[in-house]
């Protein structure tokens, strides 16, 4: 039983920071999708 809410905790712990870390790779591809898009007009 406690393991289960052990995992559970886990999980609700670590789901913002994949959340976020998540975020953060999707900025930072637009990001470089962006540059890449600027430097081919120029």
Same mark, same amino acid.
């Given at each position: 039983?406690?393991? *289960?809410? =052990?995992?559970?905790?886990? @999980? %609700?712990?670590?789901?913002?920071?994949?959340?976020?870390?998540?975020? *953060?790779? =999707?900025?930072?591809?637009? @990001? %470089?999708?962006?540059?890449?898009?600027?430097?081919?007009?120029?």
């Amino acid at each position: 039983m406690f393991k *289960v809410l =052990a995992v559970l905790l886990n @999980a %609700a712990l670590n789901k913002p920071f994949f959340m976020l870390s998540s975020a *953060v790779i =999707a900025a930072e591809f637009f @990001a %470089a999708n962006d540059s890449s898009h600027l430097q081919s007009l120029h």
